[in-house]
């Protein structure tokens, strides 16, 4: 269960892995963004132990994902919610499903489905360019070294990037 | 660094995850997309062991999300590019790399960026709905069963989406 830790990487693909964190956190985090707020649910949802359901839940909270509040004293016990962050983060949850949804069940064949608010209609989220609206796939962009890169890190990459 | 699987679950994310596989797959994936693709080079750029690496890279062949030919013969070397079904996969890391450019080095210090290039334009790709074209995130959509949800798994989800 246990993973590398990729703290000190200036790549954004593994500090996101790191927040993911095993495979059981996204799967915590999916049932707290669907709606599924109390330990006890997400337990009887997953159907894991109590002990790495407290620890996922803690460490999502600790990377503020999730924000807990209680909802009864003596005992207390919490809701588990998404912040802003969570949102966010959720949107890479969407990513997943939208390629299980493609290429492991069929579209025509989704576990679940989603309804866009703003429009009503039944929705496959898509990725667009912010600038000027078109589909952007993997083959419709050229990586660039941001300003926050590296150099000194992933040599090959920074042969690619930077010549 | 063994992970849960999901085989049986009928989970879009959770059968995502199973190919994503543990913290090192997709960094491998990443470098192949980013057009890494020899082995002695994706072994250079991430500082992996060669063990490890001809693991992850089998296990990538293997779930058709990456495809290598024979760039030489005796002894045999290989070149590894995305699959069709690889570059929907790169959309995860995608949004994977949008989330923490965001949330953990800010878009002003992101490492890597992408220029579309079918406007030019430095691009942050972004999710919208394919029917509306307006932006989609966790606040704007409602789930509901889709053609092969199994009302058999996950209880809580069940009773949120059947009620």
């Keep these: 269960m246990q993973?590398?830790?990729f703290g000190e990487s200036r790549c954004s693909?593994?500090?996101?892995?790191?927040?993911?964190?095993?495979?059981?956190?996204?799967?915590?985090?999916?049932?707290?963004?669907?709606?599924?707020s109390r330990f006890d649910a997400i337990q009887r949802n997953l159907g894991l132990s109590r002990k790495v359901l407290a620890q996922r839940l803690l460490a999502l909270?600790?990377?503020?994902?999730?924000?807990r509040t209680a909802y009864q004293q003596a005992p207390v016990r919490y809701d588990y919610r998404l912040t802003d962050k969570g949102k966010d983060l959720a949107l890479v949850l969407l990513a997943m499903q939208q390629f299980a949804d493609k290429w492991v069940f069929g579209?025509?064949?989704?576990?679940?489905?989603w309804q866009h608010?703003?429009?009503?209609?039944?929705?496959?989220?898509?990725?667009?360019?912010?600038?000027?609206?078109?589909?952007?796939?993997p083959d419709d962009v050229l990586p660039a070294p941001g300003p926050g890169f590296d150099g000194s890190q992933n040599p090959e990459l920074t042969a690619l990037l930077v010549g």
Tied chains: 1, 2.
């Design 61 to 67: 909270v600790d990377h503020q994902v999730v924000m």
């Design 13 to 36: 693909v593994a500090q996101t892995l790191d927040i993911l964190g095993d495979s059981w956190t996204p799967l915590v985090l999916r049932d707290v963004a669907l709606g599924i």
């Design 117 to 137: 608010l703003t429009c009503g209609e039944r929705s496959n989220p898509a990725f667009v360019c912010d600038k000027c609206g078109e589909p952007i796939g």
């Design 107 to 113: 579209v025509d064949n989704a576990p679940v489905v």
């Design 3 to 5: 993973r590398s830790s």
